[in-house]
């Protein structure tokens, strides 16, 4: 049977019953922008004739040694004699010849990352036939150039700087700002200069057979799709490689006819905000490349309405229909020619996270789709980036604002202005700068410059222009068409009337307000109470079934995790207390006394300081639990380092031997011994590998008076607010047990603490006791562990770095950066749980506790708690709660809530 390579838009049927019926599998199979053609002729919308050559085809190309597969050239010719049929008009014929464009179009949308060509089937012949039949010879000369540029950048690989400096000549000549005002003799000169450029940069002459001109449109689409520019996409979209790209052959309309044509690209909705209106761009006598480009300034989508009211409500009912038809927010592309509109694509639309989360909730209430798919529609990463920074209102006040444009991605960025991609990547990735890539405009070979920056300006482009729609899609900052702004990439300068920038300045633009600010401002974190927002995590609330707590370790943290939505404090780190400025002498005092008499002052002195940290905890998080975990880090790390108390001693012992002055020897000496005093005890606590010695529980039970101290203080705290009315539960957890006999040997001495207590109070508080699971050991006998214990948290910072016996600290600048790009490992195992080793670990201890204490409560409380993927897993292994930063709250409980959505669906 002979393969169908070829499927015209009115065969979608055809397509989908070849995939058996499934709609992703015929996008797979004719790319996103061959579907929607063919569903959108399916449904009625006014789409011009074409065909699709399949992704299959695309793929069999490149296997093939880029060779057309089988008879897939002459299914072209045969769909293309259809569209002559369809439209009565004939491929290279003088008569009434028939124009295509040739575009591509993979599974996924990405735009501006693949090639598109314009205007195929012009010659010499061709345009004197169709000026004698438009009488319009603008219109076919300005075609004409366009195709010949087109056809030596995307097809033969010619710079475009050579065809831009041409036309900014002619139009320098002529003293006008755009292309089109240029006359019919500039544009049949420029389209001579053009054919010479593509004959001295491609070594051949440009095409003049209109079925050369197609094959190899259609070849560079295939051979496209193994670009650079495609690939950087791919793999900043985790796009697959393997897909392929369907070639789209379309009837061209054009919107450079006349004063009654216009194309332009909306949405239909906003896709900044998500209001429910169209937002885009247009132009009169134009083609689509001006309005994406940014070469003419294009006019807002309202306009169209004064222009051409009837046009404008029709394409307002299209963008409806295709709204609910799609079930989804549509960035279609329209051209209108002579007064007769026609649709060229839709796709869903690329938008921000503000308004991916409104359409989402929208959609919702309106019955469009349900609240599952709502929760679905939204990414973790976008609910994270409402706790992106912005500019605090002080320092926008004071700062010098100089210039504005459109607000086109939202978010605050702060960088030095880079001009070009590749230096924008250098200087972030290399030099870890922080940069604000500046543009005319943004092309796809920029990606890999926008990708690393910060935020990205440009001096031109629109709503719907390359730039704006990169930003949106990465939650970069952007500020796009800032006309006042003079971009000269030569020169590495911006210039703002007499004002000029050079490229390392430093500037803040403002992608909500469009705001571009000299200098930098600072930030701060915004308030995240959106409507829409809070009302999706509501949602996400009913549907989850694993709890979301927070690492908090002070009053402002754990009051900030509870208005995100926390449902307990899953990790409050002590430590972090010790080292605020009037206790850190106190702890230095503790460790490095040898009098135990001094040692129990100094504990005894940071008994108040623990309590009412404690009694701030619990006022906050009234009724939800606090686990509360004891000093867990070496000694060490609360005195100053070794190399540093050792050059500090040889330079005090310097200036000793040059004293003369009584008073200065006397103080001198005092410092000395002092610092000696310190560095004996520094060298005493010294380990050779701190991170696995005297830490977590072997502290506690080699200095029981410090961590007894800490348990007097939880319970009297928890005393204390107990009798303010306020309710109380704190667990108590003890870091870094092993061994079985090491939790209950400290649990025994600890918990006859709390009993003290809550004698000596005349109260009784409701408690657990618990320890964390970081040391392979502790996992493979949790059973055992269990018997002393009411609940687990696995911490999997320290779990993973023992697991693989590798040091965060270290490998994350080093060898783990080359085998995440060898693909040694699959992903960096301390920003996702490794499923396969440190995962396996998780479950046999999550099997084995409730196996021998059914009701133990287990949770996690590394880094990984605020990991989409990893909460994913955790919720696959049943526990009852992540925790995470504060900031990450939000995330995770709309992660939670995908989770068990998906585990319900069978994902």
Request: charged fraction near 25%.
């Amino acid at each position: 049977m002979t393969t169908k390579w070829v499927y015209a838009f009115d065969e979608i049927e055809e397509a989908e019953s070849y995939v058996g019926g499934d709609w992703e599998a015929v996008r797979a199979l004719l790319g996103g922008k061959g579907a929607n053609l063919g569903e959108m002729t399916r449904i009625g919308v006014p789409v011009p004739p074409g065909f699709t050559v399949t992704t299959e085809a695309c793929n069999a190309y490149l296997a093939a040694g880029e060779e057309f597969p089988g008879d897939m050239w002459e299914q072209v010719l045969q769909a293309l004699k259809s569209i002559e049929q369809k439209t009565g008009k004939t491929f290279g014929s003088v008569q009434d010849p028939l124009l295509v464009s040739c575009r591509s179009g993979a599974k996924f949308s990405m735009p501006g990352m693949m090639d598109t060509v314009l205007n195929i089937g012009l010659n010499t012949q061709v345009i004197d036939a169709i000026i004698e039949r438009t009488g319009d010879p603008h219109f076919v000369y300005d075609s004409f150039r366009r195709l010949i540029q087109m056809f030596g950048s995307v097809v033969l690989g010619v710079r475009d700087e050579p065809f831009e400096e041409v036309l900014l000549e002619h139009r320098r000549e002529r003293g006008v700002q755009s292309d089109a005002e240029l006359t019919v003799e500039d544009l049949k000169e420029i389209v001579v200069q053009f054919k010479d450029i593509v004959r001295r940069y491609a070594n051949i002459d440009f095409p003049a057979d209109p079925y050369e001109q197609l094959r190899m449109a259609t070849e560079a689409v295939f051979k496209s799709w193994n670009g650079k520019r495609a690939r950087d996409y791919r793999n900043a979209a985790n796009i697959p490689h393997d897909l392929g790209t369907g070639v789209n052959v379309q009837t061209m309309v054009f919107g450079n006819m006349g004063e009654d044509s216009a194309t332009g690209v909306a949405m239909s909705r906003n896709a900044t905000t998500g209001e429910p209106h169209l937002e885009g761009d247009f132009l009169i006598n134009a083609q689509g490349e001006d309005v994406v480009a940014g070469t003419r300034p294009t006019e807002p989508i309202s306009a169209l309405q004064a222009a051409m009211p009837g046009l404008f409500e029709e394409f307002q009912t299209i963008a409806t229909k295709l709204e609910n038809h799609y079930r989804n927010m549509q960035d279609m592309e329209f051209t209108i020619e002579h007064g007769k509109l026609w649709l060229l694509q839709t796709r869903d639309g690329k938008r921000t996270a503000q308004a991916a989360v409104r359409i989402a909730v929208d959609m919702a209430e309106s019955g469009l789709i349900d609240k599952k798919e709502a929760i679905g529609r939204v990414t973790p990463d976008q609910v994270d980036f409402f706790l992106h920074p912005q500019f605090s209102a002080e320092g926008k006040r004071d700062a010098e604002l100089i210039t504005t444009g459109l607000n086109v991605s939202p978010g605050a960025a702060v960088g030095m202005l880079a001009f070009t991609a590749d230096l924008a990547e250098r200087w972030a990735k290399d030099e870890g700068r922080s940069v604000i890539m500046v543009r005319p405009e943004t092309k796809p070979d920029d990606v890999h410059g926008m990708l690393a920056a910060e935020g990205i300006l440009t001096s031109s482009g629109g709503r719907t222009s390359h730039a704006a729609l990169v930003a949106r899609q990465f939650g970069k900052p952007a500020v796009v068409g800032a006309s006042e702004l003079e971009v000269d990439v030569a020169a590495r300068t911006m210039t703002i009337g007499e004002q000029e920038i050079h490229e390392g300045d430093w500037v803040s633009i403002d992608g909500t307000t469009g705001e571009v600010y000299l200098g930098q401002i600072d930030t701060l974190v915004p308030n995240i109470q959106d409507p829409y927002l809070m009302k999706l995590l509501e949602w996400a609330d009913e549907f989850r079934t694993l709890g979301v707590w927070a690492n908090a370790d002070y009053p402002a943290d754990a009051e900030r995790a509870r208005s995100y939505g926390a449902e307990g404090i899953g990790l409050c780190r002590t430590e972090h207390m010790f080292f605020e400025q009037e206790r850190l002498p106190i702890v230095q005092r503790m460790i490095t006394t040898k009098s135990s008499g001094e040692r129990r002052e100094a504990v005894d002195a940071l008994l108040p300081f623990q309590r009412e940290d404690f009694a701030g905890l619990f006022r906050v998080m009234d009724g939800l639990p606090v686990i509360i975990r004891l000093i867990d880090p070496p000694l060490h790390e609360f005195l100053p380092g070794y190399e540093e108390l050792t050059s500090d001693l040889a330079d005090l012992k310097i200036r000793l031997s040059h004293a003369t002055d009584l008073t200065s020897v006397d103080e001198l000496l005092a410092k000395v011994t002092e610092e000696s005093t310190m560095l004996d005890r520094v060298e005493a606590l010294r380990e050779a590998n701190p991170m696995l010695g005297t830490r977590g529980v072997r502290l506690g039970i080699l200095m029981p008076a410090l961590t007894r101290m800490q348990v007097r203080a939880i319970f009297e705290a928890a005393c204390e607010v107990t009798r303010e009315g306020i309710e109380v539960h704190p667990e108590v957890m003890i870091p870094l047990t092993s061994h079985v006999n090491e939790l209950k040997r400290q649990r025994e001495v600890l918990e006859a603490e709390a009993q003290a207590v809550m004698e000596e109070q005349d109260l009784q508080i409701s408690y657990k006791f618990g320890t964390m699971i970081e040391i392979p050991r502790a996992a493979l006998t949790a059973d055992e562990i269990a018997e002393y214990a009411e609940f687990l948290s696995f911490g999997t910072n320290d779990l993973t770095q023992t697991t693989f016996g590798i040091s965060r600290d270290d490998a994350e600048s080093g060898f783990l950066i080359e085998y995440l790009s060898e693909g040694i490992l699959p992903a960096n195992p301390f920003a996702t749980i490794d499923t396969g080793g440190v995962g396996r670990l998780m479950r046999m201890a999550v099997d084995a506790s409730r196996d021998r204490r059914p009701d133990i409560e287990v949770g996690i409380c590394g880094e990984h708690g605020g990991d989409p993927e990893s909460i994913a897993f955790c919720n696959t292994l049943g526990l009852n709660y992540v925790s995470c930063s504060p900031y990450r709250v939000p995330v995770a409980r709309l992660a939670a809530a995908q989770a068990e959505i998906a585990k319900g669906d069978g994902g």
